[in-house]
């Protein structure tokens, strides 16, 4: 009995790879951080919101991070939600 082979990526596949995943990670934890502190700026000093209430603001920076994921979808690249070229 004969095992399968097993078929790896070359090493230049995934050296890409890594380039692409770690370029897209930095995209999406600096974006979040910039849309999070701007959500907090905007709404918690015009209406003097409590802490509990500035916690709630997590919901703005998901749905900015959302409409930003979405509107990579109309970049070439049609399955990363990355705004970065070549991801």
Known sequence: MTTPPIHLPDAQ???KTGTAYARDL???VVSTGLQAGLGAVVVTRPFDL???EAAGLAGIAA???LVKGLAARLRDVKNSASLSKGV
Request: no cysteine.
């Open 13 to 15: 596949t995934v050296v």
């Open 26 to 28: 930095a995209e999406r």
């Open 50 to 52: 409590s802490m509990w």
């Open 63 to 65: 749905s900015l991070s």
